[in-house]
């Protein structure tokens, strides 16, 4: 099936500082990507939908200036969290509609970030 | 909005058959998913039912009742592996999913 590739696994970064996510789609163009946050034992919440050569949509709640998304090509989508702060540690997944599937969404292996 | 509700555990042995339910709150949807993720990992698509009734799929059979606002994933054959949380998500059209609440099952031996 298609595949998502998610960087970096996991990371630690200080509070204050920022961190960057990227998602690639290595087998297909992804026109649009999703991006999702989860806590320890919780769902997934999505947090915006990334659109390539356009500005992404975010879900209400979701403050677009602490979590900048950016689609700059049909393959990459990245989610840098700005100033971060340790309630910003969580659980952080993107996806993708699977070309392969009629119905269903590919995901990245997601991103466990601590802010310390 | 919506909303999904689902258990929020199972347990059952191995060999077992296993059966989790969502129910769900929407004014429209097109169909009602569901996902499998292990600890620390990335969900993964099992089914998704557009129509009212069962669909099947290997171990997995995934059911939609609009009229009850209803559906569960079945498991049959249960496998050790199979230890996980499994999500319902309800496809709305706008690309993205709307996930459930997620029920973790434990499969013992």
């Known amino acids: 099936g298609a595949v998502v590739s998610q960087h970096p696994s996991r990371v630690i970064c200080k509070s204050g500082t920022s961190v960057k996510i990227e998602c690639r789609s290595l087998?297909?163009?992804?026109?649009?990507m999703f991006w999702y946050r989860q806590f320890p034992k919780k769902s997934l919440m999505l947090m915006a939908t990334?659109?390539?050569?356009?500005?992404?949509?975010?879900e209400q709640g979701v403050e677009k200036d602490k979590f900048l998304i950016n689609h700059a090509s049909l393959t990459l989508s990245t989610l840098t969290v700005t100033s971060a702060h340790p309630e910003d540690s969580s659980f952080y997944i993107c996806?993708?509609?699977?070309?392969?599937?009629?119905?269903?969404?590919?995901f990245g292996s997601g991103t466990r970030l601590t802010v310390v | 909005g919506q909303s999904l509700e689902q258990p929020s555990e199972v347990t059952a042995v191995e060999g077992a058959i296993v059966q989790m339910n969502c129910t769900y709150q929407?004014?429209?949807?097109?169909?009602l998913s569901w996902y499998q993720q292990h600890d620390g990992g990335a969900p993964t698509f099992l089914s998704y039912?557009?129509?009212?009734g069962l669909e099947e799929t290997g171990r997995f059979s995934s059911f939609l009742s609009r009229s009850d606002s209803y559906g569960y994933l079945l498991l049959q054959e249960l496998q050790m592996k199979d230890s996980a949380s499994y999500f319902c998500?309800?496809?709305?059209?706008?690309?993205?999913?709307?996930f459930g609440s997620g029920t973790r099952l434990q499969v013992q031996p």
């Open positions: 039912n557009a129509l009212d």
């Open positions: 929407t004014s429209g949807f097109y169909g």
């Open positions: 990334s659109n390539e050569g356009s500005k992404a949509t975010y």
């Open positions: 996806s993708a509609p699977d070309p392969g599937q009629t119905y269903g969404y590919t």
């Open positions: 998500a309800l496809d709305t059209g706008r690309r993205a999913l709307t």
């Open positions: 087998d297909f163009q992804a026109t649009t």
